[in-house]
């Protein structure tokens, strides 16, 4: 019991680093903590629900979304996000205060 509490522990501790590593290319348009409107445009990100996340950034790599007019940046930006950062990357966002 220790050993599987101790490995999801550790998974959900890596996750939360990638996530917060990942979420260092969104700085320049979201802010430090997702506060700021992308190019003046977009909604806030922080604190996001995970799954709207994960859908959207979805979208967006497939080429699915254009909101705000931001499709093709957005589009750039995720192109190479694994499924699992794409998750990784929401979890943070759900997290930012």
């Known amino acids: 019991m ?17 996530g917060q590593e990942l979420y260092k290319l969104c ?7 997702g506060e700021q409107k992308a190019l003046h445009k977009s909604a806030q990100i922080q604190g996001q629900e995970s799954n709207k996340t994960i859908k ?4 967006y790599k497939n080429g699915e979304l254009d909101q705000y007019g931001l499709g093709n940046i957005m589009n750039m930006q995720v192109q190479t996000l694994s499924e699992s950062d794409i998750k990784d990357l929401a979890k943070y966002i759900s997290e930012l205060k």
């Open 56 to 59: 959207q950034l979805t979208a």
């Open 27 to 33: 700085t320049v348009c979201h802010g430090e903590l």
């Open 2 to 18: 220790k050993n599987i509490i101790s490995t999801l522990l550790l998974v959900s501790t890596l996750s939360m680093a990638n």
